[in-house]
Nanobody
């Protein structure tokens, strides 16, 4: 599976951004997928994920209902809609996939990674 993340950029605080992850090589239907992010000087952390049974999980402490994850198995894509962005959301965002029904918060459990897309939120 090859993953290609896109949609990052510079956005003002309070603004919105939609990230997209396009997969090739395999159909995503049998993969659990997630978005992680890594802020400067910090570890990469789970943001949101969707299992292959379409069960969705968010790190509510960080996204606080502002982010929405969605997958389109027909288009083989995984999106992350981000609203009410704040400077602390500044990070490189990565999409990841694992051929497992279990949705894990641990990056070590993921087999495939996109290259990352930078999101910078200015105050």
């Amino acid at each position: 599976v090859q993953l290609q993340a896109s949609g990052g950029g510079l956005v003002q605080a309070g603004g919105s951004r939609r990230l997209s992850c396009a997969a090739s090589g395999r159909y995503l239907r049998s993969y659990s997928m997630a978005w992680f992010r890594q802020a400067p000087g910090k570890e990469r952390k789970f943001v949101a994920g969707v299992s292959w049974t379409d069960s969705i999980t968010y790190d509510h402490d960080s996204v606080k209902g502002r982010f929405t994850i969605s997958r389109d198995n027909g288009k083989n894509t995984l999106d992350l809609e981000m609203n009410s962005l704040a400077p602390e959301d500044t990070a490189v965002y990565y999409c990841a996939a694992v051929q497992s029904v279990r949705l894990s918060w641990s990056q070590e459990d993921y087999e495939y990674w996109g290259q990352g897309t930078q999101v910078t939120v200015s105050s």
